[in-house]
T-cell receptor, first 113, second 111 residues
Framework: NAGVTQTPKFQVLKTGQSMTLQCAQD?????MYWYRQDPGMGLRLIYY???????DKGEVPNGYNVSRLNKREFSLRLESAAPSQTSVYFC????????????FGQGTRLTVV | KQEVTQIPAALSVPEGENLVLNCSFT??????LQWFRQDPGKGLTSLLL?????REQTSGRLNASLDKSSGRSTLYIAASQPGDSATYLC??????????FGEGTQLTVNP
């Protein structure tokens, strides 16, 4: 089983460029999440989608947009990348919001120069 | 606001030792607590999930306990092996929509 798959694994952007990080899960989960991981800050929630058709802001949503394309796919878009968005991005999914185990992808390492 | 602290930040032990990793959280109104393992440059692997109504969970050499009233969880690793070397992350689900993570304990098990 693939679980949660993220693409790309690595990306270098110039300031002001845009890009979309893709995430897909094959576990028939309802809820999906985007986190970023920074040294000294831990993992922080950017956006989440509790179910297909809904999205909500997390702790650090500024500079990002998301799309829940269908039940399997949840994408994260950077419209105008900034050096502060240099980070490792993780997508996660869970069967539902509250009481189920979360599964994570392998991450996308993004550098904005 | 929920805050999660993990102590120690780093731990180095000889192979074969039993060890305990600690996690504390400030808001005891949690849905569940999850322990993860992260290898360098990799994603997070779920180790154990403890629901708020449970006291402990076991998987192989791993045992996690939860004391919700005191805001504490421990991850016990028995008979540690070099392959256990990784960063261990504790995360609590408070709001139902997000996990709040600690910064992790970096474990090194020396052969």
């Amino acid at each position: 089983n693939a679980g949660v798959t993220q693409t790309p694994k690595f990306q270098v952007l110039k300031t002001g460029q845009s890009m979309t990080l893709q995430c897909a899960q094959d576990m028939n989960h309802n809820s999906m999440y985007w986190y970023r991981q920074d040294p000294g800050m831990g993992l922080r929630l950017i956006y989440y989608s509790a179910s297909e058709g809904t999205t909500d802001k997390g702790e650090v949503p500024n500079g990002y947009n998301v799309s829940r394309l269908n039940k399997r796919e949840f994408s994260l878009r950077l419209e105008s990348a900034a050096p502060s968005q240099t980070s490792v991005y993780f997508c996660a999914s869970s069967r539902r919001r509250s009481d189920t185990e979360a599964f994570f992808g392998q991450g996308t390492r993004l550098t904005v120069v | 606001k929920q805050e999660v602290t993990q102590i120690p930040a780093a731990l180095s032990v000889p192979e074969g030792e039993n060890l305990v990793l600690n996690c504390s959280f400030t808001d005891s109104a949690i849905y569940n607590l999850q322990w993860f393992r992260q290898d360098p440059g990799k994603g997070l692997t779920s180790l154990l999930l403890i629901q708020s109504s449970q006291r402990e969970q076991t998987s192989g050499r791993l045992n996690a306990s939860l004391d919700k009233s005191s805001g504490r969880s421990t991850l016990y690793i028995a008979a540690s092996q070099p392959g256990d070397s990784a960063t261990y992350l504790c995360a609590v689900n408070t709001s139902g929509s997000r996990l709040t993570f600690g910064e992790g304990t970096q474990l090194t098990v020396n052969p």
